[in-house]
């Protein structure tokens, strides 16, 4: 028997014959084997998609953190590049003035928009004394008015209770710059008969015994001539906007005036 | 325990309005936050706690701002006053008057500032981004002060009811 199958198997390997009945198997078997492969496919697929998604949502979690890095980072530079220029612009300031200064970081603001306050970060321990000058590359920002151990507070010049004496840069007039609710200042005491243009630069006298001479205070924005009066209503725009004031110089030893007289 | 509430409340006010706001430009013409909370204080506190705190308060805002000395205190002062007397007459807890108190008290700070500010320069010009400053405040008071009120009330309740608890365990313990 076992000679016989092994002569049908080499008579039948020489050459393919299935006698019809292949084509039945396949008829009936091969769309359960579709369908089988089918779903062992969409699952396959489902699984693998699965895992696909869990890594490319961890690694989009990744590069959304590595983007928000970099977005931080660069708004680091960014800040760091604006600052450089800052203090560029204020060191450029400082090797102007022949007077002694100290640069300070304002860390406050008085929020009234009837006072205008300042805080800085330096105080009687960095030699800061009541009365010194605040300047900044635009010009002159206010005065110390109270200093404490490390931190000092400084009225703006567009608070109402600043004054500082100037002179109309092109015609040498003189004035007394006032601060104004509006962040303006008003030029008082500007005779009528003096010859001043909107857009005149206006800088301080250094007559007040507090501002050394030759500050840029701000620029004549308006002048109104009544029909009466001795005095011309002119209103002078400072040059820096204050509510963007980051650092600031302190005049550690501005020009004094000695005002007692000699008898 | 209430001071301690007082003291953390408005030093986070304080720091807050003057370091964090600015930077803010959405809130440039934000109004005085301490100003709610004295209302609060006037609203639900009695006068015999608050009185020494609000005049803790304005000395320190006096010597924090560039207004002449005495003015927050006297602000602060009167403001607590005139809220104890209208509470006399108006239920405290009216939505109706929660919501407006705020505004009113924003209002006249605005007005004792501008009095103060007239009496030093009567030459005084108010200009129209200081009307249009005040009117901005105002409207942010109607808008965000009833929350504020809320928000004090509901936190100082909390704390003190945990205080409360705190203390009767410890006196079960003994």
Not at chain 1, 130 to 153: F, M, R
Not at chain 1, 202 to 223: A, N, T, W
Request: hydrophobic share 45%.
């Amino acid at each position: 028997m076992i000679v016989v199958n092994i002569i049908i198997l080499s008579v039948n390997g020489s050459r393919y014959s299935s006698y019809g009945s292949g084509r039945i198997a396949i008829f009936f078997i091969a769309p359960l084997q579709k369908t089988v492969n089918q779903s062992v496919q969409f699952l396959k697929n489902i699984w693998s998609h699965y895992f696909f998604l869990v890594s490319v949502a961890k690694e989009n979690d990744n590069l959304k953190k590595a983007i928000n890095h970099a977005i931080d980072k660069n708004n680091k530079y960014r800040e760091i590049e604006i600052s450089n220029f800052r203090l560029r612009n204020l060191l450029n300031f400082r090797k102007t003035m022949p007077n002694r200064v100290l640069v300070a970081k304002v860390i406050g603001r008085d929020r009234s928009p009837w006072f205008k306050t300042i805080i800085i970060d330096k105080g009687k321990s960095d030699g800061i004394e009541k009365g010194l000058p605040v300047v900044v590359p635009e010009g002159i920002a206010g005065q110390i008015i109270d200093v404490s151990c490390n931190y000092s507070k400084v009225l703006l010049i567009i608070d109402q209770n600043s004054a500082v004496d100037v002179l109309v840069q092109r015609t040498r007039d003189r004035g007394l710059v006032k601060g104004q609710s509006d962040g303006r200042c008003l030029a008082n005491y500007v005779l009528r008969k003096h010859d001043i243009k909107v857009g005149d630069t206006v800088i301080s006298s250094g007559l007040d015994g507090v501002f050394p001479k030759g500050l840029r205070v701000g620029y004549i924005s308006e002048i109104v001539k009544r029909n009466s009066g001795m005095f011309q209503e002119v209103t002078v725009t400072p040059y820096m906007d204050f509510e963007k004031l980051e650092e600031i110089l302190v005049v550690l030893d501005p020009p004094k005036h000695d005002f007692v007289s000699e008898q | 325990m209430t001071y301690c509430f007082y003291i953390c409340v408005c030093l986070c006010l304080v720091i807050f309005q003057t370091t964090i706001i600015p930077h803010i430009s959405l809130f440039n013409n934000f109004y005085d936050l301490l100003v709610p909370f004295i209302i609060y204080l006037g609203l639900f506190r009695s006068a015999r706690e608050s009185i020494p705190f609000i005049l803790v308060l304005g000395f320190l805002m006096d010597n924090l701002s560039g207004a002449p000395f005495g003015l927050y205190v006297t602000t602060y002062f009167w403001l607590f006053i005139i809220v104890k007397l209208v509470i006399r007459y108006l239920h405290a807890r009216n939505n109706i008057l929660l919501l407006f108190i705020v505004a009113a008290g924003v209002l006249m700070e605005n007005i004792i500032f501008i009095a103060s500010v007239s009496i030093q320069g009567p030459d005084l010009q108010f200009s129209a981004i200081t009307i249009r400053t005040v009117i901005f405040q105002i409207l942010w008071a109607v808008c965000t002060g009833f929350f504020f009120l809320i928000f004090f009330n509901h936190i100082h309740k909390k704390l003190e009811k945990w205080f409360n608890e705190i203390i009767a365990e410890k006196t079960k313990i003994i």
